[in-house]
């Protein structure tokens, strides 16, 4: 071989290794020139953005083209062949000079991938070549429209590599919901915001490049659920059906109780927001065989007990500790079984602490769910003494602000005395159990981004409150499932609503977009159901 062709094989396998390198697609082609002589092209795009299109969109391609000397090219360039996958081709001007060409106004309606061909003249010798893609562009929507309000929503557009597609613009179209179209031009991030006011059900199309790449449904400014736990006939049956409902991916966590007394478990809806985990409940005895199936069908691997071995036996945490890992979180009693709880949990930076009397059990109920949103943990007192556990505890959390949950029959004025003397002290009670819910809401509901959905369930949480049996566990069940949800609960009488609730339903509901009633007719009766859909539809 001589020398000559020695060089040139060199150069050869200098390209392809200067192409792999660049990861930028482009191939060499055996052509002719005009004088009859043989030599290779090579295409590179003139950067990676330049291979990838978006359908419908205009633009150009940037590419560069080299001889077999690797210099750039400088003979006659005409025009561009791009064909898709079925054949069928499109002829683009070319131009520029010097290795340095754009394919002007180029437009692919359809995804995939294509052959792009450069070329002498109109339809001449093939010079070099190489493949495009072509992405759809999609939209991130976390947000509905509203009938009959104003909306602001947020929406991030990208290719279908998840690539932001900023400074684009689109409109959005209002017309099949009763509305005007919206102009949008999307940020560097690819995300932009508008805000629309629809008349009719449908949904508002996002237009991009003469294709719909989203659509946004319009949904009626109330929805009542179905009721979750209809069917169950007791605590435990009700735990599994809120595990369900809740934590239909399953979890590695769930939160163990006994189904007869509340005492330990009220502060436990922190731990489950913290854990992602729900509350399931079983006989203090022996462990409920629906309980057990249940942490199958979740697939957990850990078990944390709240409450001692007088709550759930030693013999159930034998049984458990063959399969999973078991933790006890317990105290002697209520007090300090919540205080050891809040360790697991942690405090928010605002640092406040809820503080509710071991035994007002409604009270403690109430701020659950926000507490649990929240990340801050719910300590328990007696009327007119602090336990020292609580005491440390609020040490320990380095806590700031306490909340007091209820009046001074359930926390006195001598403990509110005490804790003022170190912390930032607010009293939230009210004349019996549904007042001071109420007066919870009024605090903590967020208007802004309002907290939802609502959950109606049995206010009959004391073992006082029912003639015999076992007080209803529906409202701390739920409470979990709340925080989970980022929404909150209500307690409510069996047949009518508490007129403190009602109060609060009637000046709040437009706040209140989807709600459930949640456990069975004696908690929550059908006819109540009925009435509160009529209350806040709108």
Do not use: C
Request: avoid cysteine; charge should be neutral; aromatic fraction near 6%.
């Amino acid at each position: 071989m001589g020398i000559k062709s020695l060089k040139q094989t060199f150069l050869s396998v200098l390209m392809m290794a200067i192409l792999l390198i660049s990861m930028i697609p482009g191939r060499a082609l055996a052509a002719t020139s005009d004088d009859g002589s043989t030599w290779l092209g090579w295409l590179n795009f003139a950067t990676s953005a330049d291979s990838k299109l978006i359908a419908g969109e205009t633009g150009n391609i940037n590419v560069q083209l080299w001889d077999n000397k690797s210099d750039p090219f400088t003979g006659s360039v005409g025009s561009a062949t791009i064909t898709d996958s079925h054949g069928n081709d499109k002829l683009f001007q070319v131009s520029g000079s010097a290795g340095n060409y754009t394919i002007s106004n180029v437009t692919l309606e359809t995804a995939g991938e294509y052959d792009l061909v450069i070329r002498q003249g109109a339809a001449g010798t093939a010079l070099a070549a190489g493949t495009i893609t072509v992405l759809n562009a999609t939209t991130i929507i976390t947000d509905s429209l509203i009938m009959n309000k104003n909306n602001t929503i947020r929406v991030k557009v990208t290719d279908t590599e998840g690539k932001p597609l900023g400074r684009k613009s689109g409109t959005v179209d209002g017309s099949l919901v009763g509305a005007s179209a919206v102009s949008f031009t999307t940020l560097s991030d690819g995300t932009f915001t508008f805000s629309m006011t629809p008349s009719l059900y449908g949904t508002a199309d996002i237009v991009f490049a003469g294709h719909v790449i989203g659509s946004i449904p319009v949904l009626p400014a109330y929805i009542q659920n179905a009721r979750i736990g209809g069917t169950a006939r007791d605590n435990v049956a009700l735990s599994v059906e809120v595990a369900k409902s809740g934590w239909t991916m399953g979890s590695q966590y769930v939160i163990l109780a006994r189904d007869d007394q509340f005492s330990d478990t009220l502060a436990a809806a922190p731990l489950s927001k913290k854990l992602d985990a729900p509350i399931l409940m079983t006989d203090s005895a022996k462990l409920d065989e629906r309980t057990l199936a249940a942490i199958h069908a979740l697939e957990a691997k850990n078990v944390y007990i709240v409450g001692g071995t007088v709550a759930v036996s030693q013999g159930i945490q034998d049984t458990l500790s063959k399969e999973f890992t078991v933790n006890r979180i317990a105290g002697l009693q209520g007090y300090d079984t919540a205080a050891k709880i809040s360790s697991h949990v942690g405090i928010d930076p605002t640092q406040t602490v809820y503080l509710a009397n071991g035994h007002a059990i409604p009270d403690a109920i109430a701020i659950s769910a926000f507490a649990g949103a929240q990340g801050n943990p719910i300590l328990l007192t007696g009327r007119d003494a602090l336990p020292s556990s609580t005491r440390q505890a609020l040490v320990d959390l380095q806590a700031t602000n306490v909340v007091l949950l209820g009046g001074t029959a359930v926390i006195s004025s001598s403990v509110e005395k005490e804790l003022s003397s170190k912390y930032l002290v607010k009293r939230w009670g009210g004349y019996d159990r549904y007042d001071t819910q109420s007066i919870v809401f009024q605090n903590l509901l967020n208007k802004e981004v309002p907290q939802s959905p609502l959950y109606f369930t049995s206010g009959l949480v004391r073992q006082d409150d029912v003639r015999s049996g076992k007080p209803y566990a529906d409202a701390l069940l739920t409470a979990a499932l709340a925080a989970k949800n980022g929404g909150f609960v209500a307690m409510t009488q069996r047949d009518t609503l508490p007129a403190s609730l009602n109060y609060f339903m009637l000046f709040n509901k437009g706040y209140i977009s989807k709600s459930a009633v949640v456990g069975n007719n004696s908690g929550v009766s059908y006819v109540l159901e009925q009435q509160l859909q009529q209350m806040l539809k709108r």
